[in-house]
């Protein structure tokens, strides 16, 4: 089987293939202790904490400023990058998935097919309608913004000018300014929760697959070819990142 894949449907087809492959074998896989959580991963530079309650530093993206600054004088290394947030723990997501798709599997029963992308919406559903929502409002927003420049354009072609024309046309450019910078709100933190999500669902998909590969049985093992899982994390789960932009 060709597992190239080059949109978002390939990849949910070739990682729901992943995810049914063979029948679990009975326990759970010991994955040791050797692991590392958010909180031992959190650095004294993380600012995110510090303007978790601003409301208005976290519309404007402020805390990345340091990484700026730090970028201005030399090159980043790893300990300046923040910790990873607590929402992107891979156990945590993998948890609430398992439980979705645990009961997607309950179909097979009835003779039905199981739905990752169910699985998955019903996983991250409000953070789809949070990104949608926000997608909305910037195409709602720049419509409304070229009718306002029409009415302002309009003005400066009138050969008399009223009082009421007038203020319409100050109304008209006041809201051109501010659908401008809703516009930037919106779509800039529409792209940023959008490429978040596509990553949740990648580090998701990923998990999903290790944990099915650790419990494979033996004959499965032997006829799995490491290039297959390898060519599964890094390259077909990668077209979720792609299809959230």
Known sequence: RDYTIYDYTSAHAVVHGALMGEELVDGEANLGEARFSPDELLRPSDLRSKYKFNLFCRILFCWLDPLFLTGCHKD??????????????????????????????????????????????????????????????WAIVATCQAFLVGYLSDYFTLENVTAERTALAYASAFGVVACSVTVLISIGHGIYLGQKLGMMVRIVTTAAIYRKVLKL???????LSIGHVINLASNDVQRFDLAST
Do not use: M
């Open 76 to 137: 980043l290394t790893q300990s300046d990058l923040y910790a990873c947030p607590k929402e992107a723990d891979s156990e945590k997501l993998l948890n609430r998935f398992l439980k979705h798709w645990h009961k997607e599997l309950k179909r097979k029963s009835s003779g039905q097919k199981p739905r990752l992308y169910v699985a998955i919406f019903k996983c991250f559903w409000f953070r789809f309608v949070v990104t949608a929502i926000l997608l909305l409002i």
């Open 217 to 223: 049985k033996q004959v499965s093992l032997n006829s």
